[in-house]
């Protein structure tokens, strides 16, 4: 067997068992990823254009977040009408939202289409996770959600430096309008080749949230603020230390796509053998040593960006492995549980947007590493109370009781 054969056996064995339609599902988040993101890598340049400070900029961020916070009311809406229609009207609102973004003038209607974009993607993103826990076994679950996951990485591998050449091209605004359009065909393609999905009667309720599981949404309440602390801060650091342009912001958002890219596609090929709670356990505590040691990125860019690529190499691997477990909290309930777990993301997003930024803009990277460090490591706590040392969750069932 030549090494072409080879290959190809590997990528036939990875994609066995997982079903047909997970392919459109993955290219429509990679599209409402590139939507969602596109803020992020730009957050100067676009404070800029707005006529505001990237402090307030995060706020603003922040008010996007807290919406999310209506997560499991769209799970419930979910479950009852169908993954298929949440999903299509997810992606719909998200063109709608990001067309918004790039016509506007001041920061109220900009605002108002980061809360559109929320509520849009959350649609989507739960929506295609409750699809997935209810189509794909669970011992192949990391494999399917890494691997829908990584567009999360490919929306800055791609994206991002299309981005970048869009706005110097034309504006900041350029980029959201063609990912507008992007999103608009996108919801095409879905109305026409989606499968379409029973509504029920009746919306399943939600049962009562078994200790694992609340203990898991705060564990994803820390993670969220965590991970914001960074998105929120990392552009301004780079640009303040470094001199970075729009264009160097492009190629750090390559670089930090490439990291997760890394991460989410470790777990789609290691995490079901490994086991995604073990993942999750060890990826935190190697995320751990590099927020604290952030501010040495200040002497050297490639320092800051050795220690930026790894610390998303960590915790896109928690993160993807900690959505896998979770899609199996509620089976009689998926949508409205992934719901409740979004929630927690977005809750604890909500404060890491406003505490990463203000305290940047007030004090710079090194309280913002110790401040992160102490929420990543009560996250592990967390972690370890909800699943032991052990991590046995991998293997028994565990259904809310």
């Known amino acids: 067997m030549g090494i072409n054969d080879?290959?190809?056996?590997?990528?036939?064995?990875?994609?066995?068992?997982?079903?047909a339609g997970l392919i459109l599902i993955t290219f429509g988040r990679f599209i409402s990823n590139i939507a969602y993101r596109l803020v992020f890598p730009f957050l100067p340049t676009i404070s800029?254009?707005?006529?505001?400070?990237?402090?307030?900029?995060?706020?603003?961020?922040?008010?996007?977040?807290?919406?999310e916070i209506s997560s499991p009311l769209l799970g419930k809406i979910t479950d009852k009408r169908g993954t298929s229609q949440a999903m299509v009207a997810g992606i719909c609102g998200l063109g709608m939202a990001t067309a918004l973004q790039g016509a506007s003038s001041g920061l109220i209607l900009f605002i108002f289409a980061l809360v559109l974009a929320s509520l849009s993607k959350n649609s989507f993103d739960i929506g295609s996770s409750a699809w997935t826990g209810a189509s794909v076994p669970f011992d192949?679950?990391?494999?399917?959600?890494?691997?829908?996951?990584?567009?999360?990485?490919?929306?800055?591998?791609?994206?991002?430096?299309?981005?970048?050449?869009?706005?110097?091209?034309?504006?900041?605004?350029?980029?959201?309008?063609?990912?507008?359009?992007?999103?608009?065909?996108?919801?095409?393609?879905?109305?026409?080749?989606?499968?379409?999905?029973?509504?029920?009667a009746e919306t399943v309720p939600v049962s009562r949230l078994s200790p694992i599981a609340r203990f898991a949404l705060l564990a994803m309440v820390a993670l969220g603020c965590g991970h914001m602390m960074m998105l929120v801060t990392f552009a301004a650091f780079l640009e303040d230390q470094h001199g970075?342009?729009?264009?160097?912001?492009?190629?750090?958002?390559?670089?930090?796509g490439v990291a997760e890219l890394i991460g989410s596609g470790g777990v789609a090929i290691f995490g079901d053998r490994f086991g995604k709670v073990k993942v999750?356990?060890?990826?935190?505590?190697l995320s751990l040593p590099l927020s604290i040691f952030l501010p040495l990125g200040e002497s050297s860019i490639w320092a800051a960006l050795l220690l930026i690529s790894f610390w998303f190499i960590c915790t896109e691997s928690v993160i993807v492995s900690m959505l896998s477990t979770c899609t199996e909290l509620d089976r009689k309930a998926r949508g409205a549980m992934m719901g409740f777990v979004y929630a927690g993301w977005a809750f604890g997003r909500f404060f890491g947007a406003i505490i990463g930024a203000r305290v940047y803009e007030n004090s710079g990277m090194g309280p913002v590493s110790i401040i992160m460090t102490a929420v990543l490591g009560f996250a592990f706590l967390i972690v370890l109370k909800a699943f032991g040392v052990s991590g046995e969750f991998e293997d028994r069932d565990i259904l809310p009781s």
């Open 244 to 256: 970075l342009s729009t264009s160097g912001l492009g190629f750090i958002a390559l670089v930090i």
């Open 48 to 67: 800029r254009g707005l006529g505001v400070s990237t402090g307030t900029m995060g706020t603003a961020l922040a008010m996007r977040d807290l919406v």
């Open 140 to 200: 192949k679950r990391s494999r399917a959600i890494g691997l829908i996951e990584t567009t999360w990485a490919l929306s800055f591998v791609i994206g991002m430096p299309v981005a970048a050449v869009l706005i110097r091209a034309g504006t900041w605004r350029t980029p959201f309008l063609v990912t507008a359009a992007l999103c608009a065909l996108t919801g095409v393609v879905f109305h026409l080749f989606l499968p379409k999905n029973e509504a029920k």
């Open 280 to 285: 999750v356990k060890v990826a935190l505590i």
């Open 6 to 19: 080879g290959s190809k056996s590997n990528v036939r064995k990875f994609s066995a068992e997982l079903p």
